[in-house]
């Protein structure tokens, strides 16, 4: 649930600070994976960062995002 209301919050924010028209909006895939990110040492999970080697083959930055805006979880 935690994951799900920093989504929550994150996504009020981005729609606050860009003053985005009424409409739906998809929550950035760079905010969904740097809410993961926060919650990964509660969990006891260590996240790598992904080498340059890495992030070429998969046709990422090396910083985010990772997956593409039409991939769903």
């Known amino acids: 649930m935690s994951c799900s209301f920093s989504n929550q919050v994150l996504a009020q924010i981005e729609l606050w600070q860009n003053e985005h028209e009424i409409n739906v909006y998809t929550l950035p895939k760079k905010l969904d994976e740097e809410v993961a990110r926060?919650?990964?040492?509660?969990?006891?999970?260590?996240?790598t960062q992904l080498?340059?080697?890495?992030?070429?083959?998969?046709?990422?930055?090396?910083?985010?995002?990772?997956?593409?805006?039409?991939?769903?979880?």
């Open 38 to 47: 926060l919650h990964l040492p509660k969990l006891g999970a260590q996240l």
């Open 51 to 73: 080498s340059k080697k890495q992030a070429e083959y998969i046709n990422v930055p090396i910083e985010g995002p990772y997956k593409q805006d039409y991939y769903r979880y």
